[in-house]
């Protein structure tokens, strides 16, 4: 089973790269923020006790999260592995993550990182800003903010991929098609 954990900034690219490697692989894409989103509507138990949380102007509690995670594992015994997207976000989500993994007889095959310059990432959110209206790709200084956010939360994590051999980081620059093949090379690779 190729399960990869895709990371990368704020306008790294990682939802494009994401639809790639899901058609390419025949994998499951797995974003936290669809998995709360999808609960939520459906008015779940792992929802209601999310929303609980987000109503109050919390994030969900890993346990909500990595509940809805296993559900979705459950849901696709026979996927031939998964796209993680937005988790883990800590180390400690990334142990949890490992443990539900080895509770399914498997494991993360490596977690790949889209590397951009912070120019690059604030012109592409920017730009993105004008066609999506969303007011956080439209503000430089939250947008910087947020990638300092990423680089100082993704850092401890990046360290424990190291640590396993399993850390990989990807050229984010160039067009989506060069990007994709890099990709898909290392992809290949594990």
């Given at each position: ?43 779940t138990p792992l929802g209601l ?60 095959s490596g977690m790949i990182c ?62 989506v098609e060069e990007i994709a ?10």
């Amino acid at each position: 089973m190729l399960n990869i954990v895709l990371f990368g900034p704020p306008g790294a690219g990682k939802g494009t790269q994401a639809s790639f490697l899901i058609k390419k692989f025949n994998l499951i894409h797995l974003s936290t923020g669809d998995l709360l989103r999808s609960q939520i509507a459906a008015k779940t138990p792992l929802g209601l006790e999310a929303q609980s949380y987000i109503d109050k102007g919390f994030l969900a509690p890993d346990s909500i999260v990595i509940g809805m995670i296993k559900l979705k594992l459950l849901e696709n015994t026979d996927a031939n592995g998964y796209v993680f997207d937005g988790f883990p976000r800590t180390v400690e989500q990334a142990r949890a993550l490992d443990l539900l993994l080895d509770e399914n007889n498997t494991h993360v095959s490596g977690m790949i990182c889209l590397t951009v310059e912070k120019e690059e990432l604030i012109n592409r959110l920017l730009s993105r800003g004008k066609t999506s209206c969303r007011p956080d790709d439209q503000d430089v200084s939250i947008i910087e903010n947020r990638i300092k956010i990423y680089h100082d939360k993704t850092e401890p994590l990046r360290e424990y991929y190291k640590a396993q051999n399993k850390y990989y980081k990807i050229d984010g620059t160039g067009s989506v098609e060069e990007i994709a093949q890099r990709l898909s090379d290392k992809v290949s690779m594990l």
